[in-house]
């Protein structure tokens, strides 16, 4: 019942540091995402990647990269972090059906920087 | 971009109330999804909404696409202390494979038992 792991559950950086968060699925899901959630906001989308091999900015993708290194795992990488990149961090996946996109969520990875 | 707002942005109640909250945008949406996030956790998928008009219940919840699919709300009925956590809406916008899916900014639903 593992569904969406995503590791380290909490960091903390200095301003400059880079670091990879890590995602794997286990339910055979084509698409995967990155979105980041502040107090007070919904979820907000960095990139996803709609099956393996491709990868597209969504709504806050400045300062991230992002690598679909197979269809299981899609990690998110800070080059340089900045505070403005305190955050809590969702990995996610979906299989799309007819009707849309049911999405699942991980558990979050808590992400300071000072 | 398409924008949700999400009302109320918080809600206390007493254990056996039933709580409604919805979710509105100025855009259409072509597929609506509920979602609850507790404490410390990811947001878990409670009920995902495809057409216009549906009307979906899981257990006490019920949820209903809006017509004008610009719309869509939440139904807890008689609700007990483990119902406390946000409550998220999220709406797919037509034409983006369903990939760029926009939250609301959540109702936090307290109940008193």
């Known amino acids: 019942n593992a569904g969406v792991t995503q590791t380290p559950k909490f960091q903390v950086l200095k301003t400059g540091q880079s670091m990879t968060l890590q995602c794997a699925q286990d339910m055979n899901h084509n698409s995967m995402y990155w979105y980041r959630q502040d107090p007070g906001m919904g979820l907000r989308l960095i990139y996803y990647?709609?099956?393996?091999?491709?990868?597209d900015k969504g709504e806050v993708p400045n300062g991230y990269n992002v690598s679909r290194l197979n269809k299981r795992e899609f990690s998110l990488r800070l080059e340089s972090a900045a505070p403005s990149q305190t955050s809590v961090y969702f990995c996610?996946?979906?299989?799309?059906?007819?009707?849309?996109?049911?999405?699942?969520f991980g558990e979050g990875s808590w992400l300071t920087v000072v | 971009g398409q924008q949700l707002n999400q009302s109320p942005q918080s809600m206390f109640i007493q254990e056996g109330e039933d709580v409604s909250m919805n979710c509105t945008s100025s855009?259409?949406?072509?597929?609506w999804l509920w979602y609850k996030q507790d404490p410390g956790e990811g947001p878990v998928l409670l009920i995902a909404l495809y057409k216009a008009g549906e009307l979906t219940s899981n257990g006490r919840l019920t949820a209903q696409f809006g017509i004008t699919r610009k719309d869509s709300f939440l139904n807890i009925s008689a609700s007990i202390p483990s119902d406390v956590g946000i409550y998220f809406c999220?709406?797919?916008?037509?034409?983006?494979?369903?990939?760029?899916?926009?939250f609301g900014a959540g109702t936090r639903l307290f109940v008193k038992a």
């Open positions: 996610a996946s979906s299989a799309s059906n007819r009707a849309g996109n049911t999405i699942y």
């Open positions: 855009s259409i949406f072509n597929t």
């Open positions: 990647s709609a099956s393996e091999g491709t990868t």
């Open positions: 999220a709406g797919q916008p037509p034409n983006t494979g369903g990939f760029k899916t926009i």
